[in-house]
């Protein structure tokens, strides 16, 4: 399927597209969720701009697709620490939004959305090297190269994380 999209196949990048994303989103809602959809979006344009000179197997084009979206997210963080957000006391009130928005009270209700919200309680690392291990289906090498850490750190990292999210579970009254 690689092979065929490097070689200019629409329905192969599309299937490449279509098994990847969901799970790069439900990493990105995680690590920086207020900006998940933009940082996806210019991750499958820096992806397909690549595509053609990347090297490797399937598993190691879905970490450089992660390890994209991972960089994006840095550098947006760094654009935002040069130039912060208005606070929202300076924001006239006639410009707020006066109710929820029902897409979005609609997703919350999702047991995914659930699950996610638990990964937001773990420290940083182990929220990524779980969303990157489970969901994203990165080998623990991919992951220590992606986050910087040894494997056996990326190891530990996730059975923290592991242990921890049953305990939330267990105070949350979620059964596993």
Do not use: C
Request: no cysteine; net charge positive.
């Amino acid at each position: 399927m690689l092979a065929a999209a490097q070689d200019g196949s629409e329905p192969a990048f599309s299937r490449l597209w279509r098994d990847t994303n969901p799970a790069l989103l439900r990493y990105l809602r995680v690590i920086a969720p207020e900006v998940a959809e933009d940082i996806a979006a210019e991750t499958w344009v820096k992806t397909l701009r690549g595509l053609s000179r990347f090297r490797g197997d399937e598993q190691a084009w879905r970490a450089w697709v992660f390890t994209t979206s991972r960089r994006l997210v840095i550098d947006e963080r760094r654009r935002k620490a040069r130039k912060p957000a208005i606070q929202i006391d300076e924001v006239p009130l006639a410009a707020l939004p006066r109710s929820a928005d029902a897409a979005d009270e609609a997703l919350e209700r999702l047991s995914t959305r659930a699950a996610m919200a638990m990964l937001t309680q773990l420290p940083p690392l182990q929220a990524e090297v779980i969303l990157l291990r489970v969901v994203a289906g990165l080998e623990t090498e991919a992951v220590a190269r992606l986050v910087g850490r040894s494997p056996g750190a990326v190891r530990v990292a996730a059975h923290r994380g592991l242990r921890r999210l049953a305990q939330i579970a267990a105070e949350a009254g979620v059964t596993l």
